[in-house]
């Protein structure tokens, strides 16, 4: 029918992540050797989950960590990573393998009172780079270079714009000019596969999950 399909990762059209994706792919930290993906914000309901049935820690923050999958897939360029564990409660823990077996972790948790965290840290042969709040940039963020000789502080806020503001003129293009985007419902798929992977890896039943969600 010639819809246009956007995933609603908002946060990849920020002008201080694509120069995270430009320093990656440009090579100045080097190969890639790590990537960690933290997030915690806050919610007050946390405090009174104790009474939820253990299967409802499977999918109770996938509205969270699944931030994590679509950035560390997108930094590393890959379509596919290797889920080698996860744990889920309070906190999801989860461990993959990208290309070339680098080794990914993140850690997402919502019970924890404090600044709110967003952070992607990347490991490299010749350094690394770490970006402070990549989901929202344009309230603050930071992106720290460290390489040889040289640790620098980037801020990247173009004309003060938010993510959303930034991806609906990226769905407008799309609409009126059928211009290319990167979150196609090809990256959802790839995306939710992998989601897939890491819920039957902390030992979910997928077809029990749906049921009870009523999905």
């Known amino acids: 029918r010639g819809l246009v399909l956007f995933e ?26 790590s990537v960690e993906c933290r997030s915690n914000m806050f919610d007050p309901k946390e405090w009174v989950a104790g009474a939820l049935p253990p299967k409802a820690w499977h999918i109770k923050m996938l ?32 461990e993959l393998r990208g290309p070339g077996s680098v080794p990914v972790t993140f850690l997402t948790q919502k019970h924890v009172l404090g600044v709110p965290e967003w952070d992607l840290h990347i490991h490299g042969s010749r350094g690394s780079v770490h970006i402070t709040n990549f989901l ?18 980037e801020q990247v806020y173009g004309q003060g714009n938010t993510t959303f503001e930034h991806q609906l003129e990226a769905f407008a293009r799309a609409v009126k000019h059928g211009a290319a985007f990167p979150t196609t419902a090809r990256n959802s798929v790839h995306n939710l596969r992998l989601a897939a992977k890491i819920l039957e890896a902390g030992g979910s039943d997928l077809e029990g999950l749906a049921r009870w969600t009523g999905s």
Do not use: M
């Open 63 to 94: 509205d969270r960590w699944c931030y994590c999958v679509d950035i560390v897939r997108w930094v590393l360029d890959a379509e596919e990573l290797e889920v080698v564990s996860s744990t889920f409660g309070r906190a999801v823990e989860v």
């Open 136 to 153: 929202f940039p344009f309230v603050y963020h930071k992106i720290r270079v460290e390489v040889p000789g040289q640790s620098r502080v």
């Open 8 to 33: 609603a990762f908002h946060y990849r059209y920020h002008p201080a992540n694509l120069r995270l994706k430009e320093i990656v792919a440009g090579g100045l930290v080097g190969d890639v050797t």
